[in-house]
């Protein structure tokens, strides 16, 4: 299949999950914690059961890989990878910052991706070699070229701290123009749409990067982790303009 039939079944699929969170939204979950110490709720795995059984359904040959579930089915090269409710606590918290990440792997490369939002009203969509939207407009990284005139945003500092490179991280958020931390898909899909120029994380998995990876190429921008290498496996993310990129992997370098 073309990316362009790819991404338009990941879309209903986005559209199916987005009926299962907002339905469930601030309406009293089932919140139980895993081994990790993170939560996880009956709706992240209602959405999970649910996009794997259709996508099997329609693809039986096609591997599915989620955060709840780990990999269903086994086959060639194609591989949907599913984190159900990326933001998880802010979901628990009624905090509208939570999405569901749907994304086509072909030998491990992203040939599409959809972040849905739908407590924000956004949703984010790429495809590769076709460009990345955002609620329907084209998207495109920004032009800013100096840290000092940069937007940096950061997920968790603990696990900055414990990635080693803490001191790097907050030498790189002193001398930026404006520091946030908007965290998790949020802020690499701001990169995307050139609403903030670096974001960065650590602690985080397969999951939590392939869809917001392509979005992020797809506009234009570079997506690595902190020694450089273009993979959405994790433990670590960074995701830029492209312009300040190798500039910010110099910073972390340990």
Known sequence: MSPEDLLAFAEGLADVADRITTTAFRAGLEVRTKADGSWVTDADEHVETELSARIRDQFPDHVVFGEEHGTVG????????????????????????FATLIAVQVDGVEQCGVVSAPALGSRWRAGRGIGAWQDGRAIAVSAVDRIADAEVSTGDLRYLEAAGVG????????????QRGYGDFWQHCLVAAGSTDVALEADVKRWDLAAVRIVVEEAGGRFTTFDGRATSDGPTALSTNGRLHDEVLGRLAV
Request: net charge neutral.
């Open 74 to 97: 086994s086959g060639p090269a194609v591989t949907w990878v599913i984190d159900p409710i990326d933001g998880t606590s802010n979901f628990v918290r009624g905090n509208p910052v």
């Open 167 to 178: 001191p790097a991280v907050r030498g790189l958020l002193a001398d930026a123009s404006r």
